[in-house]
C-alpha cells in the first residue's frame, strides 16, 4: 500500500494496462500568462504529467506550450503524460466525441492519455457558470451510456485511457458492471483533512489508480470552518513539526504524504519557484 521507493519517474499502474506519472502540475484557475511560465517552469523541472480540463478553458494555452517544447526538439509527445477531462455540458453520449476533439485541437494533439467524466452529473449543453443563475443540472445524465461512448474514444485512438472524477464508490460499481474498458483512474479532492480512505480500498481492489487533488487542503478557499476553527492542512502544527525536522515546507510533507500512499498529486502553483519547490519531495 505504501510507496517506498518513490523517485520522479515511478508510476502508478492500472488493472487496464495504464501507467502515469505519480506527480503533476495542476492548472486550475490560472491565468493565460501565469500558466505559460509555470508550465515551461514545470516541464524545466522535470514534470511530466499535466492535468487539464474542458471547463478550465486553458487547454489552447497549454498547446502552445506544449508546441513549442515539441517543435524544439527538447521533448516528444510520448514524454509527457496529458490528462483532460470532458466538458460538463456534455454529460451526454452525442457529445463527448465533439467535445474530445475540440480539446485535442486546442491541446494540439492527436490524442491525450487519459480522459475523464469530469463529474457525475452534467449541466445543460450550451449552459455556462457565468450566465446569470448559473448552468442548469442535466437531470438525464446517464452514466452507462456515456462511459459506453468514453470506451469508444479508446477505440478511436483519441486516448489512450478512461476514467472518473468526482465519482462515489456506488457510481464507480456501476460503471464497472457494464464496462468493456474499465476505469483506469479516480480523480478526487484527496488530502491529510480528507483521505478518502474508502476511496482508496475501493479502488486498490479494483485495480484503478487515484489521482488526488487539493492535495494542500485547498488553501485557495475561504477562512473559517466549523466554529471559526481554521481547516488549512498547511498550518498545521503536527505539519510543521515533521517539516522542520526534514527541513521541508508544509507543503512538501503534505504532498509526500499523499504520494506514499500510493496516489498521484498534481499540485497547482502559477509561481515557477514553488513550481521547482513542489517537486523536491523526492
Known amino acids: ?14 488493472a487496464s494496462g495504464m501507467a502515469m506519472p505519480v506527480f503533476g502540475l495542476g492548472t486550475w484557475q490560472s491565468t493565460d500568462e501565469a500558466l505559460e511560465k509555470a508550465l515551461n517552469a514545470a516541464l ?25 517544447w515539441f517543435s524544439s526538439g527538447k521533448l516528444k509527445r510520448e514524454d509527457l503524460f496529458i490528462t483532460t477531462k470532458l466538458a460538463i455540458d456534455s454529460n451526454n453520449p452525442q457529445y463527448v466525441r465533439e467535445s474530445l476533439e475540440t480539446q485535442l485541437k486546442q491541446l494540439q494533439l492527436e490524442y491525450v492519455d487519459l480522459y475523464l467524466i469530469h463529474m457525475a452529473v ?37 486516448t489512450k485511457a478512461i476514467g472518473i472524477s ?36 475501493f479502488c486498490r481492489s479494483k485495480g484503478i489508480t487515484l489521482t488526488s487533488y487539493a492535495t494542500l487542503g485547498s488553501p485557495g478557499a475561504p477562512p473559517g470552518g466549523l466554529n471559526g476553527a481554521n481547516f488549512n492542512p498547511l498550518l498545521d502544527p503536527v505539519v510543521a513539526r515533521i517539516a522542520q525536522s526534514h527541513n521541508k515546507n508544509p507543503g512538501q510533507i503534505l504532498l509526500r504524504f499523499v504520494l506514499q500512499l500510493g496516489i498521484a498529486v498534481i499540485p497547482k502553483s502559477t509561481n515557477p519557484d514553488r513550481v521547482r519547490e513542489n517537486m523536491k519531495v523526492f
Not at 126 to 140: E, I, W
Not at 175 to 199: D, F, M, T, V, W
Open 1 to 14: 500500500r505504501v510507496m517506498a521507493q518513490l523517485c520522479a519517474t515511478s508510476e502508478l499502474k492500472s
Open 44 to 68: 524545466e523541472a522535470g514534470y511530466r504529467l499535466i492535468d487539464t480540463a474542458a471547463l478550465y478553458a486553458n487547454e489552447a494555452v497549454i498547446g502552445r506550450v506544449l508546441s513549442q
Open 122 to 158: 452534467g449541466v445543460v449543453h450550451g449552459d455556462s457558470f457565468l450566465q446569470k443563475g448559473g448552468p442548469r443540472v442535466d437531470m438525464s445524465t446517464d452514466i452507462l451510456a456515456l462511459w459506453k461512448e468514453m470506451e469508444k474514444q479508446v477505440d478511436e485512438g483519441l
Open 166 to 201: 468526482n465519482f462515489n464508490t456506488k457510481q464507480i460499481e456501476r460503471i464497472l458492471s457494464i464496462a468493456r474498458i474499465p476505469p483506469a483512474n479516480l480523480q478526487i479532492e484527496l488530502h491529510l483533512y480528507c483521505q478518502g480512505k474508502a476511496e482508496q480500498e
